[in-house]
């Protein structure tokens, strides 16, 4: 730079002015993924609780099906940690299917819950040229809703009662109805 030549300001000079880069935390939310505290919720309260009542009465007559359904919940809850997490070693659960479906909710309900809740649920930014991992998640707690359903059918045909159970505490009653008749 010569002493006769004008100095410029920063922000209109093109080679020093800063580029226009998006931050993941600033991008505005997507109204089709729903907030991680809601998925890790429905993981530990409804979907739980329903998974657990399918394994009580698939335990005592377990068959081909069964087995095979629990495996494949199983694969999804894995998958659902795998896509909430960063690190990829999840160790070794146990082999027996039950047990294991048991350990796979509780290890995916722990990586969804390590999940950063401001840039979840946003769009990534245009310069990183990639997928947000929003999508990807809420893609594999849909395969986990999709696998409680197959279970629930198989258990179904084990079970019929079992339609009954999944039902029970649904309707929580403000005022009980009296005993009496009303007329």
Known sequence: MLATEPITEPENNPA??????EEHHANELMRHIPTIAWMGDKLDGDLRHRIEKLCAAIESKMNADAES???ALSRALDRLADAAKHIRNNGHGPNEPLHKVRWSINHALSCVRLVDDAT?????PFHHFEKSKSETL???F?????NIERLTRVARSIDP?????????????????REQPMA
Do not use: D, I, N
């Open 69 to 71: 359904e629990l495996r």
């Open 120 to 124: 979840f649920g946003r769009r990534a």
């Open 16 to 21: 020093t002015a800063k580029s226009p880069l």
């Open 142 to 146: 849909l395969v986990v809703l999709h």
């Open 161 to 177: 009662a079992v339609t009954e159970q999944l039902c029970e505490g649904l309707v929580q009653l403000e005022e009980p109805l």
């Open 138 to 140: 809420y893609a594999a």
